[in-house]
T-cell receptor, first 115, second 117 residues
Framework: SAVISQKPSRDICQRGTSLTIQCQVDSQVTMMFWYRQQPGQSLTLIATANQGSEATYESGFVIDKFPISRPNLTFSTLTVSNMSPEDSSIYLC????????????FGEGSRLTVL | AQSVTQLDSQVPVFEEAPVELRCNYSSSVSVYLFWYVQYPNQGLQLLLKYLSGSTLVKSINGFEAEFNKSQTSFHLRKPSVHISDTAEYFCAVSDQGGGTSYGKLTFGQGTILTVHP
């Protein structure tokens, strides 16, 4: 199994600011995924972080709001830009199990509260 | 496109009682099915999965789920719950086709199971 570390684990942010979340995996992986879990709601895929190319965003998510970096096969960052209270969520990094038919390993998440 | 519906947002039960958490899905393609669990203050963990073969799958801690293709359901059951089973449970599906869908899960809204002494 993969061990995924996220930083920060939680933060309280002011409206209009930006915050970068880091995700470190203990093994090299081709694909990394960023999910969002809004309060009382399910997990929604934000984007796929591809090493060496731009991230692929899902419908409703844009690069200006959620810029993603993927400098190598073990690390990625997600920035939540110009935050508003609606961005208060848990943000989760995940990686697929090798040949796992869609099974994912998740980090413990970064809980952001925007005031 | 896929969707997952978990019919109960909260399920309270007493310890040692049986429990069923319901999950229905909709998809135009064949899918793999998963149940994930999130214990308080912890990350999501895979509980069990259906990929192919026997429609009844079991976890190491006594949970089981049955894939019913005709009813497009994947309900989770346990005959006798423990206090330690208190957690949020998520049903999820992924496209069997792979490609650009590889690794992308569609989740249900989650069911909070609370086991009371």
């Amino acid at each position: 199994s993969a061990v995924i570390s996220q930083k920060p684990s939680r933060d309280i942010c002011q409206r209009g600011t930006s915050l970068t979340i880091q995700c470190q995996v203990d093994s090299q992986v081709t694909m990394m995924f960023w999910y969002r879990q809004q309060p009382g709601q399910s997990l929604t895929l934000i984007a796929t972080a591809n090493q060496g190319s731009e991230a692929t965003y899902e419908s409703g998510f844009v690069i200006d709001k959620f810029p993603i970096s993927r400098p190598n096969l073990t690390f990625s960052t997600l920035t939540v830009s110009n935050m508003s209270p609606e961005d208060s969520s848990i943000y989760l990094c995940s990686v697929p199990r090798d040949r796992g038919f869609g099974e994912l390993f998740f980090g413990e998440g970064s809980r952001l509260t925007v005031l | 496109a896929q969707s997952v519906t978990q019919l109960d947002s909260q399920v309270p039960v007493f310890e040692e009682a049986p429990v069923e958490l319901r999950c229905n899905y909709s998809s135009s393609v064949s899918v793999y099915l998963f149940w994930y669990v999130q214990y308080p203050n912890q990350g999501l963990q895979l509980l069990l999965k259906y990929l192919s073969g026997s429609t009844l799958v079991k976890s190491i801690n006594g949970f089981e789920a049955e894939f019913n293709k005709s009813q497009t359901s994947f309900h989770l059951r346990k005959p006798s719950v423990h206090i330690s089973d208190t957690a949020e449970y998520f049903c999820a599906v992924s496209d069997q086709g792979g490609g650009t869908s590889y690794g992308k899960l569609t989740f249900g809204q989650g069911t909070i199971l609370t086991v009371h002494p």
